[in-house]
């Protein structure tokens, strides 16, 4: 019993590349793609560095919460916490509201 493929593809040469469907192939250039971007492009990375350079927190405090805690020197106002809690409470549902 002989099995027939009823798909076939055409051979590969080097300065050829198939497509996936239709059977045609398209030349190869032998150069370098080029890429030009948009000035909006520049501006995202620059943003986007930006943003890096701020982190939004202070490495060198971290460090030395993490390490008061690791002592058992870190000491929780119970009280602070409990007043900014009610005050961001407060807060949210003023927003709320309005």
Do not use: W
Request: charged letters at 20%; zero cysteines.
């Amino acid at each position: 019993m002989k099995i027939d493929s009823s798909t076939r593809t055409a051979p590969l040469t080097e300065n050829t590349t198939p497509v996936a469907r239709g059977g045609k192939q398209t030349p190869q250039t032998g150069g370098a793609d080029k890429v030009q971007l948009s000035s909006m492009s520049t501006q995202i990375q620059a943003l986007e560095t930006s943003i890096n350079e701020a982190s939004g927190f202070d490495t060198a405090k971290v460090e030395a919460i993490k390490l008061a805690i690791s002592e058992g020197r870190y000491t929780v106002n119970p009280d602070a916490i409990a007043d900014k809690l009610i005050s961001s409470t407060r807060e949210l549902l003023t927003q709320q509201k309005g």
